[in-house]
DNA sequence: CTGACTGCAAACGTTTTGCACGGTA
DNA sequence: TACCGTGCAAAACGTTTGCAGTCAG
């Protein structure tokens, strides 16, 4: 549990109660959409609005605090910015778990996009399959 | 330009002129949005209503004719299925350039999901940044 | 105290649905 | 001919917006 005050005011934001329960439900999770978060905040703060957390997320996604995760035939779900990783999607569950990423891949993918003169931003790995809990659950 | 009406037939499709019309722009720009594809498809079958369009995209990727990627903060796009490969996404202009997949990056990925006890089912390697194009409309 | 933020309700755009008609096999 | 597929219009859904009231700094 980090200091979500802190955090939110260094990135000029108002370190409203919303805002703090928003960040914390995002980081105890992992990752969440926009509904789970609505769902979560809204047991401690049962009169939060759905358009506060719409405005919320987009601000802090625009301020870099948080990036957008897109998923293959769902909706996207957010997490806290942290160092480059590998997300490991399951297909059954949904769940998003991560992975540290290896320097050989990623050196291996800048040397990609410097031979195509890409000027390179942002690298995003998904691998989808089945979870360790999932598999063993279909076996059950 | 490939044969359309055989690949949809192989797949319990029927080859309609709207569902080969929707392949034929997919195939020609690569990737495109629901939108993209039914003004393309619009100019040369007048008569072409979006719901058909949303209909044959949905269905086509349940039959694994087409496949989505998504995208941060944008609407996902689609394209035919084929080899694995890298998506060059750029910030700037939105279009998305398929590069061949290495050899070396497979073998990381595979480890590390072996490791895991993930099963793998698809790999998605997105780089977002700016394109050769839009780097020289910059510095003009 | 003041501007930023929230909650509400309405508006908006996108996607889905049901149904009668039309076209493929 | 039988069914699948299409187009239309309406419905459903998710997201955004405007505004009056509230709160953090």
Redesign the interface.
């Given at each position: 549990m980090r200091d979500y005050a802190t955090l939110l005011k260094a990135n000029d934001l108002k370190a409203t109660f919303q805002r703090m329960n928003i960040l914390e439900s995002i980081e105890n999770y992992g990752h969440m959409s926009i509904d789970a978060i609505y769902e979560e905040v809204l047991k401690t703060h049962p009169s939060l609005s759905l358009a506060t957390v719409y405005k919320n997320i987009i601000l802090m996604?625009e301020k870099g605090v948080l990036?957008?995760?897109?998923?293959?035939?769902k909706k996207?779900k957010y997490e806290l910015v942290k160092d480059d990783h590998?997300h490991?999607v399951c297909?059954e569950c949904g769940d998003v778990?991560d992975?540290p990423r290896?320097q050989?891949?990623d050196t291996?993918?800048h040397t990609?996009?410097n031979n195509?003169?890409?000027?390179?931003?942002?690298?995003?790995?998904?691998?989808?399959?089945?979870?360790?809990k999932c598999?063993m659950e279909v076996a059950s």
């Open positions: 996604v990036v957008e995760v897109p998923i293959t035939g996207p590998i490991l297909t778990e992975k290896m050989e891949t291996l993918l990609l996009t195509e003169h890409f000027k390179l931003e942002k690298q995003q790995i998904n691998l989808y399959g089945v979870c360790e598999q």
